[in-house]
Each structure stands twice: as structure tokens, then as C-alpha cells.
């Protein structure tokens, strides 16, 4: 890509004008040759002559001077339009492939399959998505997996609001499936199959456990979805913006956001000390118990002594 320098468009604009002004005095001489008829002169800038006598040498010269004009004009415009990237090849930056290698790799590792539907990827997102990917969680290695595969059920902000700024007293929590999908089943995971012991069938994929902060008797929602009208005019105009701009409108958007969220055990610990409230979410009996158990929060416990969390 070539950079136009303060220099290069100084000296294109008065090449430019020196041109134009060398025309607008040919054609002077031109026109008075025209008011002042006379006999045919071999010099073309002679103050007389027949209007007729000098059309060629004045066709020659208007056609040396467009040729011109056009090829600095076309040169300029070649090299304006480098600048902002119209006629630059459209090559993806390496961190993005780097990005979708990583998202692909990581996808596989999740359960250790690959589903034939996508459906985590399926309807309306969070507004976190668009900068943090599907999924945000790479910092352990150990528990990464574990932890992105909460994203699918769980909110941004349920985990990651700031106690500092919300009141933790003013949390209540609920589903919200702002997908856009329209869903029949009970939520995921709320329930066991007595049959054959695993997750029972649904169909909703989509609804999350979101987190709404009660103020002035009115409840909040902490979690963004794309369907916010603030949400939907970053993602319009977030690839237009310069940086500045967008790291601006990113502290709007974590206001209430902390980088270190809740610990896997304030949730998977006994039912009355869990931080969220399994049973109101309408967690069946033997589920609360799969996921409150001694032996998952044991598990839990390891992975995160070896993550160092």
C-alpha cells in the first residue's frame, strides 16, 4: 500500500494548476486570433490570423493537455484509493486465521466430537461475541474447555459482573432466550432422562441464565444481547470506527463487567450456599444433585489448582 505524502499532493495540485493555466493561455491566444482575422501565420503565437488557420495545432495541443490532466488525475486516484484499501488485495490479517485455526481446534476438543448441526452458533448473540469470539475462554488450557462450553447456557454477565459496581444483594437470575429461535422443549440441562441417565431432549439450545440487577423495584438486564438498540449500532459501524472511538464505547459496554469472574465453586457447591438459585431456574432434584455433588466440586477443585485459578 503506498502512504500519499503532504509533499506528493502539494506538487500534484500545482502541476495540475500550472497545466490549467498553461490552457486558459493558449486558448486566450486562440480566441484572439479569432477577433482579430487576418492572413494565415505560420506562427502559432502570432497575435492574428484566419479563426481557421490554427484549429489543428490547437486540437493538438487541447488533446496533449487532456492526456495529460487524465493520467496525473488517474495516477491520483490510483494511489487515493490504495490508501483506503479499494483496490489493495483483500488478504485476512494473520491473527484472524490464527483465530479461526484456534476456534476450530477448539471446537473438536469440546466433548470431544463435533456436532453435525451448529447450533451454539444458531440466532441473535450477545454483543460480547463479536469481539470475543464463541469461545472467549483460552487463558487455562487445563479448564478452557470447560469453561466455554458454560457459554452455551450461561450469560456473559451472570459470571462476569462486577460486585464492586452491582450490588450482589440486587442479582436475580432467570432464563432469557433472546436467540430469536423459537423453542418448545424444557431449558438445556435442566433435567435427566430416568431412562437412560443423560441430559434429557430438547429443543432449546438457546435460552441462557441471565442476570437482571433490581433497582427502584425494576430489574435490569445486565447481559447486552444484539438486540439492544446501543448493541445494534456498534455492530453496524464497530468496522468504521478508529480505534479510539472503539476503545471508548468499550468502556461503555464493560462498565459493570470485571475480568476475573465468579469461581467455578460458588456455583457447583451445596444447594443453599450456590450462587445461583438451581431450583427457582427449575433444576430438577437429581440434577441439582449431579451438579452440586462432592464429587464434581472435587473435580472442579483439581483442574482449577492446576490452572493456578
Not at 461475541?129 to 456473559?156: A, E, K, W
Not at 434429557?200 to 433497582?215: M, Q
Not at 478508529?242 to 462498565?255: F, V
Amino acid at each position: 500500500m503506498h502512504e500519499i505524502s503532504n509533499q506528493s499532493i502539494i506538487f500534484i495540485i500545482l502541476t495540475v494548476m500550472l497545466l490549467i493555466f498553461i490552457g486558459v493561455i493558449i486558448m486566450i491566444i486562440i480566441d484572439h486570433k479569432v477577433k482579430i482575422p487576418g492572413y494565415f501565420q505560420s506562427d502559432p503565437f502570432s497575435v492574428s490570423g484566419l479563426p481557421f488557420s490554427h484549429l489543428l495545432a490547437s486540437f493538438f495541443i487541447l488533446s496533449v493537455l487532456l492526456i495529460i490532466i487524465s493520467s496525473l488525475a488517474f495516477a491520483f486516484a490510483v494511489t487515493l484509493f490504495e490508501e483506503v484499501d479499494i483496490f489493495s488485495e483483500k488478504l485476512e490479517p494473520k491473527i484472524l486465521l490464527d483465530f479461526k485455526e484456534q476456534r476450530a481446534t477448539e471446537k473438536k476438543r469440546q466433548f470431544h466430537n463435533t456436532h453435525v448441526i451448529d447450533r451454539i452458533n444458531m440466532g441473535k448473540k450477545p454483543v460480547c461475541f463479536y469481539c470475543h469470539g464463541d469461545f472467549p475462554h483460552s487463558r487455562h488450557p487445563h479448564i478452557r474447555v470447560l469453561l466455554n462450553m458454560h457459554t452455551q447456557f450461561i450469560g456473559c454477565l451472570t459470571c462476569h459482573n462486577d460486585p464492586r459496581k452491582v450490588s450482589q444483594d440486587s442479582l436475580k437470575f432467570a432464563w432469557l432466550n433472546y436467540s430469536g429461535i423459537k423453542v418448545t422443549g424444557p431449558h438445556f440441562g435442566t433435567d435427566l432422562d430416568p431412562e437412560n441417565g443423560f441430559l434429557i431432549n430438547t429443543d432449546d439450545y438457546y435460552s441462557k441464565i441471565v442476570a437482571y440487577s433490581e433497582e427502584g423495584g425494576e430489574h435490569r438486564l445486565l447481559e447486552i444481547p444484539e438486540t439492544n438498540p446501543k448493541a445494534q449500532r456498534f455492530i453496524a459501524i464497530r468496522n468504521k470506527l478508529m480505534i479510539s472511538e472503539r476503545q471508548a464505547i468499550k468502556r461503555t459496554i464493560h462498565k459493570n463487567v470485571t475480568r476475573k469472574a465468579r469461581s467455578c465453586t460458588r456455583c457447583h457447591a451445596s444447594e443453599d450456599k450456590s450462587y445461583l438459585p438451581f431450583r427457582q431456574l427449575g433444576f430438577s432434584q437429581q440434577r441439582i444433585s449431579k451438579i452440586t455433588s462432592p464429587e464434581i466440586i472435587r473435580i472442579i477443585n483439581k483442574y482449577s489448582d492446576s490452572a493456578g485459578m
